[in-house]
Each structure stands twice: as structure tokens, then as C-alpha cells.
């Protein structure tokens, strides 16, 4: 006898789906929660000053108001300040009150990039405080605008309290927030303060200040004025496209055949190349009318496009890496390591979004030996800390690169691998942008970068080596020569000869050089 | 000179979301996508079994047409029948063609729990190889509907293209899925394989049938007709109450006090409890309508629901754990351990949702020695096959049990450790259901249950090493006490005594009980 099901089905809205399920989005306990929240702030606010291409400076403020939570949490007071490009003030409500709402759904290299982190930082402030959050913000200089405001998480819409219009007669630009939530400061504060030790690294243009709820400041200068080249919106590249996208291209376009339509949409597509491709791969008349392409057309014509080798590879001039210089740079401070080796991959591609890999290692100084190689994981400039072992760049490191090959033993030597991803779209795998999915592609670069790097690590410790043995080797001569030549020149009864000359002829590798390893 | 931004901003749909970052759910490359295609249809199966309180049987087809995609992965067919419960045939397009829309977004232990599993793998099927999903099923035994659906990705809404309705002669019920995508069998093989071994591990009631793309069968039959107690839906906890929860719970009541709102909403509330809470803890009177409650009010109820300490602990009724001797009969079936103790942790509670952890350790027999301790997870009776070391079964395992003090070496030792998660909500860290987070009432759980079965073993090893010694020492006495017996006897004149009362004297230990580990 079987029972007919009486289910109950329903629709939810987005911001429903994440108030159910916020650990997915970072927020699984107070400790971690005030750690994404500060994260979301943070990245959001240097984003903007990104696009207001001013060096910025971010103020975080976390106060604890004494409340007392549940089992050793405590209500927070968490306020950004920053100097960025501000939010036009029509927008603000929704892009801090609605999930999946955000000027991020492009293809463009940015910290964020799923419409999501800051208003879950706000929604989750809401569910354990019941508190409104404030905005304030001026994006033209003009006027700043204070918003109060709570989310309407069953319907995934902003409700407005409060709206004020302040002239604004210094001309300020920027954001601040402030909104309240339940955390754990004492558990949550280790990772925070490594979160703002490794931004200044990737982020060396920034003022950071952190203030914590004990009153302690934690300043973190910026070392240079000089923000790095922009990074800029990039068309699709053909390779990556599916016909979901294929289709909404042809809805919007303006153009009228073929060619015009494949180079004004596509990445790096010149006449010559559409000519060709649409006449030898896809066998679409050049003339045709985009419009007018059936759905087995667009289904043959993205099909082509993943057979035809005659594209040109993406150009990264869209993306911003960090640059070997500034790796470097902030690896040598950090670490003051007695080798370092840093290396930026050539532009590739994976589902037609361009990335580039940089991968940098370093040995001894200040690293410490733990028994492991110690990984730390960039993203279009964040680090990422939480989910090592999920990492694309963690299965590398400690499954693919067979270190005994590079006469490094992990479990003794002191030795760092750096990897930074940039790309127009991290593909996270979770929506708390904490690790890397094994994309093949991005898998092959970080595992060729790793071996690049370690094969400098390799030489060197060779090098390290020889020397130590050379070493040995001329303090055996050194201790014997000058006596040998002193009793056989008393027992000759002459005046003992000099050594130098000798001992320099036995040496092999010039020490002297020793030291260079920082340059190589 | 700052440059005022001209961002733009809008909204995008919660199919477009995922459209747009599909890693997120577990689909980041052609083989990890098949094998959560498969894993989010035969979830969808079971549960339906579970429905219709049905022994599920779950036939599953992978097919390749041959077709070739992206580098080393092809075109496949997959189809998934079961004989569940059906969907009602007017849910069918949004069931199956709307993100976010299901019947799973309630207090009951399931499988799925994000209405989203087998949305998504049909959106992935649609985007990679832009073919239809083909729906039949039927919940009434009376009629069957066939369905051709696509997905409006841009506004998350199925397309049906055809729908057919057919008499159903035979009273079939259950749910036929066949869907396109492209994958990577040869990569997802070693996963999905062990997906429906753990699977039939955990579900020893369901048949489960698969066909591979080669046309070999793996059938895994059931081992047993009884089903376990059916989990049921249960009223939320008043400590897991937030400010949200509360609202809507007002928003939907009919009762007219607060009595009989608390008695009738709340897990486990009598009359009693309700009146001493109402009186001591939150200074609201038992009369006052729940509608008339004013915001503080409502914020003051709900912490002092946090505050009180007189509700009773959620029962566990509503739950359907494996039970210790089908969990012990799944172990001992796969891996033949020499030891096995298996334990199943007191019902407890996490943000108002009950779990209850089951925890199992195993030694010996066919374990392998891999250099660590191998750990089984399973949540609500799925086996999680990715992303281990995020999860926090993980870090009690490998980061906060000593195992020393339980005399057990991990990089020798072949010792396995299970643990089983069930709750009307598993904190699920990442959509596509790969680990869970480390929320501290269940590490704690599940913390106290590893300690406990590794003391039993503790026990065990402490036992074997002490018969092993016992037995080296019986070694040497049956060794020479014959021999001395003999040369004094000789010596004597006398015939040798018999020695085997004198041996049975120095016995300390029944070595003939050694076996009985499987029993403790």
C-alpha cells in the first residue's frame, strides 16, 4: 500500500535561501562570522577605492557593547570607513539590502564578485541583533546620503527607516557602514589580524586601520602611493561561451551581420580571424543577421567556436596581477627569507575567462619550520585563509609536486609557497570565497609556476650545498697548509712561503657570491 | 581628482546566480559534475523512497552518445528511475526548472535540504549541451505525465516545451529523469563508484542498480525489507528561535495567547513550562495576544528563550539515526575489522535543530594501513566522498583527539573512523553538500563520541598487546618447562610429571576470549 504524498511545495527567495543556510556564505559561528564580516567589509570597500583609483584608506572599527550572547559570544559593533568611489545613492538600498543585487556580475578583475558578501554581513547582523544597519555614502561629492536600513529576508527586498541628505561640503567621497552583530572576538581575533597582515601584503597601496574591541590599533601604512594599473571590463573570450550566454548576446546586440557582430562582442576577434572562422569552422554566412540564427545555428556556431583553433589567446591587459617586483617586495618584508624566487605566469584561459598565475617560493629566514610546507593563497589581491586543504594550490603543493625531486624535505626544511590567482572570475567554490576549485587549467599553471620556483629553490640548496662542502673542504687547507708549509720550510731551515696563493688555486665556487640568492 | 564611478548595478535571478557560478555547487569541472549530477538524482530518489515508505529501488544510466566536448570529456545520458513517491504532476516544471523551489525548506531529516541538487545538475545539463531535461513521473498511481522541460535561466522559470499525459494501467509510482550533460566518466569513475558503495552502506534497504557508459552493472541489492522509522517533521526548538523565525511564526498563528502559541509552535512545550517561562524568564503575560506584541517585545521573547534554562532538550523522536547495529552490520559487511565498537551519541541541539551524532571505530581486518587514520563520513545517511579536511569530523579526527593516549598510532595503525550526522538540518559549509561546519555543539558531540569508541579500542589494543606479551611468556614456560621436568626426572630416576596443570597455573589471561572484539 503505498502512501500518495501530501508534500508541500514552495518557492523561497534568495535572501531566504541564505538566512536558512548561512554557513554556506561564511557565517557558521560567532567566531567565523565576525571574521566574514570584516573580510566582506573590507574587500567591498577596496573595491571602490580600486575604481576611484585612490590609494585607500580603510578604517575598521569592532566594538563590543557588553552585551552578552549565547555561550561566549558577545553583540559587536562593526564600522568600515573608507575613501572610495562611494555608492550613488539610488542604488544603496538594494545593493545593502538585497542578495544577488551588485555592480560585480561582470567580467572584471574584483575582490567581489557574487553580489552577496556585504549584504550577508548585514543580513546576518540582523538575525542575532535585530538592528538595523547604517549607510552613509557619496559617490558624487555632492551630497551624502545616511540610510538606515533592514532587510525583508522573505521577500529579498530593503526596507528604508530612516533617508537623510547632508550637503557635503568637503567634497567627501566614500562609504561607511555600520551595522551590528553577534561574534567572538577572542576566537575570531587571530584570523583577523592575519587577514589585515597579508592585505597589506597583496595591497601595499593601503592605508588599513584596525581598532579592536579592547581599544588596541593595529596600523598597517601604506609602503607606496603609486596604485597599480587598473584593472578593466573584458569582452567574452569565444572559447568560453555556452549558449545560455550566446543567446543573451544576440538579444541585446545592435549589429546587423556576422563579422560586425563577432568583433564588436568577443574578445580580440579582428575581421581576418571572423572571416575565417565563420567561414571555414562555423559555415555561417559572414552576412548573416545575428537575429536571425535558428537554435540549431547558435547550438553549431558555439560548437565551433570550442573546435576553432585560430582565435587569438586572451591578453591579460584587462587583469592586474600583482607583478614579480611587489610579490617579491612584500614576501622579503614579511619573511626576510635568505632565498626567494618569484614568477608570473604567461596569460591563459579556462571556460574564456583570462587569468594569470603567480607563484613565488622562499626558504629560510624567518619561516618557520613546521614540518609541512607553508601555503599562503592570494585572489585577485585577498588572501584566503580558511579551507587550506580544499585549495587547488593546497593539492599542488602537497600532492602533485614530488619535492624530493627538488632536494627539499617538507618536513624539514623551512620553506613558503605563494600562489596568487587573478582572473575576471575567481571560480570559488564556496560562496565564502575561501578556496579554488581544481579547474584543469588553472591546476596546470599554479603546478608549472610551483615547479618553476622550486627549480630555483632546487639549484640554490645545490648551490647551498657545494658551497657547505667546498667550505669544509678549504678549512681542511687552510688548517693543514700553512703547518705543512711551516715545518717543511723549518725543516728546510727557510723562511716559510706564502699560502695564499695555493689555497686560492683549490677553490672551486666563489664563496664570495654566496649571498646572492635574493637576486636570482 | 577623483572620478565620479558610473557602475552599474541590477539584480540577477537565483538560477543566473548559479548559472553564473556553478563551482559553487559542486559542478566545477566535466568529471566532478557527473558525479554530483548522479549523487543530486539519487538523492532526490531516496528521499522519495523514504516518502512513500517504499524499499527504494533506483536504477541509474550513464550512457555516452559519442559526442566529444572540451579536452577528454563527452556527452552524456543520464537517466535516473526510482520508485518514490512521485511529484505531484503540478509541481513537476518548478520542482525540476526553478532554482530555489522544492519541498524539502522544513524541520525534517532529508537528504536534500537546499531545493537546488537536481535544479542545478538539469541547468548544468542545459548550459554544456543545451538539450531538454525529460520528466515522468506520478505521485497518484493514476495517471503519468511526461514533461520536456527547459530552464529560463535570466528569470528562473521553466520553459515546458511538451507535456504529455498518459493512463497509468500497472499503478506504477515513482520518478523517471533523463537528462543530457557534459562529463568526464573516466575521472569520476573511482567517486561515483564509491558513492553507491558507501551508499548501500548507509541505505541497506535500497536496491541500487547502475549501468556505466561501458554497459558494466554494478547492482548493490538490498540486505534488508525493513525500513528504518521514517523521519518526521518537527516544531523548531525555542532556543534556535531568532527575531526572524519568531515574526513569521506570528505572522502565520491563529492562537489568541501566548499559552497555547508556545504549546502549539514550540518543540516539546506543556502547559507548565510555558506558564513558568512566560512568568519568570520573560515578564510577558500568558494572555497577551501574540499579534499585539510589539518589536522589543517580540526581541525581548526571543532572548529570553536564549536565557532560559527550564526547556526540555529536543527529542530526537523526529530523527532517523542508522542505529548502532545496522551501522556495526555496514562496517563489519565492508571491511572485515578485527575490532569494531560503534556508539550513538545522546540526542542534542544546534541553533534549536536536534542531530544526533553516531560515531564508530574500527581496527584491523581488511582496513588498509595508509600512513593515517581513514575517515568515513556520512550526514542524514549520504555518504561526503569530497573536500575532507574542511570538514569538522576531520579536524576532531586529525587535529583535537590524542590519539597517544588512546596507544594508538595513526601512521601505522589500520584504524577507521565513522562518523554519522543526523539532524532536521545538517550545517552543510558549501552548496553542494561536500562537508559541515564546525558548529561547536556538534564538534563537541562528536568529539565526546570518537573519545568514547576510542577508549573501547584503547581497551582492546591494551588487551591484545597484554595477550601478546601473556602469550610470549606462556611461549617460554611451555618451552622449557617440559624440558626441566624431563632432564630432573631423568636426573631423579623418576618418569617426567605431567606439566600441563602447572602451565594452566601461570595463565593470567583467557587467551581463548581473544576473539571476542567484535562483540565488546
Redesign the interface.
Known amino acids: 500500500m ?4 501530501r ?8 535572501a ?2 541564505f ?3 548561512r ?2 556564505a561564511g557565517f ?2 560567532p567566531a567565523r562570522a565576525l571574521y566574514s564580516a570584516v573580510r566582506e567589509l573590507v574587500e567591498n570597500s577596496l573595491d571602490a577605492g580600486e ?4 590609494p585607500p584608506d580603510i578604517y575598521v572599527r569592532l566594538s563590543c557593547d557588553g552585551e552578552k ?3 561566549g559570544s558577545s553583540v559587536y559593533t562593526l564600522r568600515v570607513e573608507d575613501n572610495g ?2 555608492v ?1 545613492a539610488r ?1 544603496i538600498p ?2 545593502f539590502g ?1 542578495v ?4 560585480k ?2 567580467l572584471r578583475q574584483a575582490r567581489g ?3 552577496l558578501g556585504g549584504t550577508m554581513a548585514i543580513l546576518y547582523g ?3 541583533t ?1 538592528s538595523p544597519v547604517h549607510v552613509i555614502s557619496s ?3 555632492k551630497r551624502i546620503h545616511e540610510y538606515t536600513l533592514m532587510i525583508d ?2 521577500n529579498n527586498r530593503p526596507i528604508v527607516l530612516k533617508h537623510k541628505v547632508y550637503s557635503n561640503h568637503n567634497g567627501w ?1 566614500g562609504t561607511i557602514i555600520e551595522t551590528k552583530l553577534e561574534g567572538e572576538y577572542s576566537r575570531a581575533m587571530p584570523k583577523i589580524l592575519e587577514y589585515f597582515r597579508q592585505t597589506a601584503v597583496v595591497a601595499p597601496y593601503a592605508n588599513l586601520t584596525f581598532v579592536d574591541p579592547k581599544g588596541r590599533l593595529y596600523r598597517f601604512e601604506r609602503a607606496t602611493e603609486a596604485m597599480p594599473k587598473p584593472p578593466v571590463e573584458t569582452k567574452p573570450h569565444p572559447y568560453g561561451i ?3 550566454t550566446m543567446k ?1 548576446m544576440i538579444a541585446v546586440t545592435q549589429c546587423r551581420d556576422m563579422v560586425s557582430f563577432l568583433r564588436e562582442h568577443f574578445h580580440k576577434i579582428g575581421r581576418t580571424i571572423a572571416l575565417r572562422f565563420l567561414l571555414e569552422e562555423a559555415k555561417i554566412p559572414p552576412k548573416r543577421k545575428p537575429k536571425r540564427l535558428s ?1 540549431e545555428e547558435i ?1 553549431k556556431l ?1 560548437k565551433a567556436m ?1 573546435r576553432f583553433t585560430g582565435f587569438r589567446a586572451p591578453s591579460a591587459d584587462c587583469l592586474s596581477p600583482l607583478g614579480v617586483e611587489l610579490f617579491r617586495a612584500g614576501i622579503v618584508k614579511e619573511l626576510k627569507p635568505e632565498f626567494v624566487s618569484v614568477k608570473q605566469r604567461p596569460p591563459s584561459v579556462y571556460s574564456g575567462y583570462p587569468f594569470i598565475v603567480e607563484v613565488a617560493i622562499a626558504y629560510g629566514g624567518e619561516i618557520p619550520r613546521t614540518g609541512d610546507i607553508i601555503l599562503y593563497r592570494f585572489a585577485n589581491r585577498i588572501p584566503l585563509l ?5 585549495d587547488v594550490a593546497w593539492k599542488v603543493v602537497h600532492q602533485l609536486v614530488n619535492w624530493k625531486y627538488y632536494k627539499v624535505d617538507p618536513s624539514k626544511d623551512p620553506v613558503a609557497v605563494f600562489v596568487h590567482v587573478c582572473s575576471t ?1 575567481i ?6 570565497k575561501e ?1 579554488i ?4 587549467e588553472i591546476e596546470r599553471e599554479i603546478l608549472n609556476g610551483v615547479r618553476d620556483v622550486a627549480r630555483d629553490l632546487s639549484l640554490y640548496l645545490s648551490r647551498k650545498i657545494a658551497v657547505e662542502r667546498e667550505r669544509q673542504r678549504l678549512d681542511v687547507f687552510e688548517k693543514y697548509l700553512p703547518k705543512i708549509a711551516r715545518f717543511s720550510a723549518e725543516l728546510a731551515g727557510r723562511n716559510p712561503p706564502d699560502v695564499k696563493p695555493l689555497l686560492k688555486s683549490v677553490v672551486k665556487y666563489g664563496l664570495e657570491e654566496e649571498e646572492g640568492g635574493l637576486t636570482s
Do not use: C, M
Not at 580558511?386 to 580544499?390: F, I, L, T
Open positions: 503505498a502512501v500518495v504524498s508534500e508541500e511545495f514552495y518557492e523561497i527567495s534568495p531566504d535561501f538566512y536558512r543556510n554557513d554556506i557558521s559561528n575604481l576611484a583609483r585612490r550572547g549565547e555561550e568611489s562611494g550613488p542604488h538594494q545593493a538585497q544577488f543585487y551588485g555592480s556580475y561582470r564578485t557574487f553580489g540582523q538575525i542575532t535585530n559617490a558624487d561629492g529576508i522573505k567621497r555556452d549558449v545560455e543573451r537554435n547550438v558555439v570550442k580558511y579551507d587550506e586543504a580544499s572570475k571560480p570559488y567554490r564556496s560562496v565564502g578556496f576549485a581544481d579547474v584543469p
